[in-house]
């Protein structure tokens, strides 16, 4: 357009091309931009700044979006929901919990009421920093004001507690789903899976795998893993083993994560013949196993 002498004004040509930036993910386009924006005397609209800080949260770069954030107040343009949500999201893929939860104070100071992404983002910014207890406080003050949460925000809760070591909480999370009418997804039950490994509970972790199953969702390979590292520290060599072997028959592949908990369980059982087993299955799909784990449990189980 430059070249052809017409000159790019700010709705039709520039936010539509920082727009497409930040769709496919290229923040450093955006930003190069909004500053060629300034250069030509044009004032970025909120709309520049919304797509610019959406392009900075796709690409990870949280220090730029909350600059852009921030010079929407210097140049005397007024953040909406968008523009908070976006960088709330930048927050929490930075994993910075506490500016995250910040940005939603700011919301209110300035008079705007958090939606159901801006609060999802806030609790998904606290599960990153393994901070259970704020996490919940956002969950409820969801229902306070009004608002429901979504999936996104009850699986954000769920991990924040598996992270947090709290599987009970994990757990009320995933059955409080089903009462508000919400279908956890694999997400869902794989959080809450984890939650109870962390927790030493491998029978609650085993009715999960079971429940998805009724639900009609598969389980993936975190789940499987979950389940078997679960097992593995409750002793249970025979349910890890199982596990190994139904994730098979569903067409999924263990990986050494998988091996190595399924070993462990064994070698917790002094089951040494199995042990052994998993350990030639490794090699022979060619999987780099974990030399700690094999030489340590082959100590311990004198093979």
């Known amino acids: 357009m430059w070249e052809m002498k017409l000159e790019p004004d700010v709705i039709f040509s520039y936010n539509a091309g920082i727009s497409a930036c930040q769709k496919g993910e290229q923040w450093q386009f955006a930003l190069d931009l909004l500053g060629e924006m300034r250069e030509a005397k044009l004032e970025p609209d909120v709309i520049s700044y919304n797509a610019g800080i959406s392009a900075c949260k796709k690409g990870e770069q949280w220090q730029p979006a909350l600059a852009l954030l921030s010079e929407m107040w210097e140049v005397k343009l007024e953040q909406n929901v968008i523009s908070y949500s976006a960088g709330i999201s930048a927050s929490e893929k930075g994993g910075q919990w506490q500016r995250a939860l910040a940005l939603l104070g700011e919301m209110w100071e300035a ?24 996490a919940l406080a956002l969950l409820s003050e969801i229902w306070e004001i009004k608002l429901e949460p979504d999936v996104i925000s009850f699986n954000a809760g769920i991990s924040a507690c598996e992270k947090g070591g709290e599987w009970q909480q994990g757990l009320a999370l995933l059955s409080e789903m089903w009462e508000v009418k919400l279908e956890p997804n694999v997400i869902s039950y794989s959080a809450g899976i984890s939650a109870c490994d962390k927790g030493e509970q491998w029978q609650r972790a085993l009715a999960l795998l079971g429940e998805m199953w009724e639900a009609k969702l598969e ?85």
Request: overall charge negative; charged content about 20%.
């Open 111 to 134: 008079k705007l009421e958090p939606n159901v992404i801006s609060y999802s983002g806030g609790i998904s910014a606290c599960e990153k920093g393994g901070q259970w207890q704020p």
């Open 219 to 303: 389980p993936n390979l975190i789940s499987y893993n979950a389940g078997i590292s679960a097992c593995e520290k409750g002793g249970e060599w025979q349910p890890a083993l199982a596990l190994l072997s139904e994730m098979r028959e569903a067409k999924l592949e263990p990986d050494v994560i998988s091996y190595n908990a399924g070993i462990s369980a064994c070698e917790k059982g002094g089951e040494w013949q199995p042990a052994l087993a998993l350990l030639s299955e490794m090699w022979e799909a060619k999987l780099v196993h974990d030399v700690i784990r094999a030489s340590s449990g082959s100590g311990r189980l004198r093979c």
